[in-house]
């Protein structure tokens, strides 16, 4: 996969990417540096989701690369490198003048989108990417419940209120026997149930 450095950043792109696509990353990574919103927008096609998928992991992976790097200048500081000058070690900054101080600082990425097969899609462009960050897809319950009698329904407003009564009033088996090990679990369904 073809290496790019962009603001200061190394993204491993699928291929070669067009001249639209680096300046669509440029901007992102700008965003992000710069620790603003931005209104991006690009036609149909031209490999958006890509884009921004490689961009923000790409940034992320920088953070999580100068931590290292100054974690190690200090600790060696003053032993091995006697002379040597450890200043370009670990100098990347979130924002202008804003120095990354611990592993906690590094931001998670929420990408939201409006139906599941956007989402679907997304996953399979994480897929042509060399990037593997954990993730955790959110949905509704429509596709995320699994109890009979509720997939049963064929009102998506029905599903909707025969599980909220199934949860609320623990009559639903499936919620029920998640146990104190699964509390991730049980917090997803937490989300899904309001």
């Known amino acids: 996969m073809p290496k790019i450095v962009l603001n200061g950043v190394t993204v491993d792109f699928p291929f070669q990417p067009y001249q639209c696509q680096q300046e669509y990353m440029s901007k992102v990574l700008e965003c992000l540096q710069k620790k ?9 096609g031209t490999g958006k989701t ?39 070690w670990g100098n990347a900054t979130a924002a202008e003048g804003d120095p990354i101080a611990c592993y906690s600082d590094i931001p998670k990425i929420i990408y939201a989108s ?32 699994i109890h009979p009698e509720v997939k049963k329904q064929e009102s998506n407003h029905m599903q909707i209120h025969l599980c909220r009564k199934k949860v609320t009033s623990r009559s639903c088996h499936f919620y ?10 049980k917090l997803l369904l937490s989300l899904v149930a309001w």
């Open 36 to 44: 603003v919103n931005g209104i991006l927008e690009s036609p149909t």
């Open 50 to 88: 890509l884009c921004l998928l490689c961009t923000t992991l790409a940034w992320r992976e920088h953070l999580r690369d100068t931590i290292s790097a100054r974690k190690i200048a200090e600790r060696v500081q003053g032993e091995r490198f006697v002379g040597q000058d450890l200043s370009s």
């Open 114 to 145: 409006r139906t599941h097969s956007q989402l679907t899609q997304v996953i399979g462009e994480l897929r042509n990417t060399s990037y593997r960050p954990r993730v955790c897809v959110l949905g509704s319950r429509e596709q995320l419940c």
């Open 176 to 185: 029920n026997n998640v146990d104190g090990k699964n509390s991730s679990l």
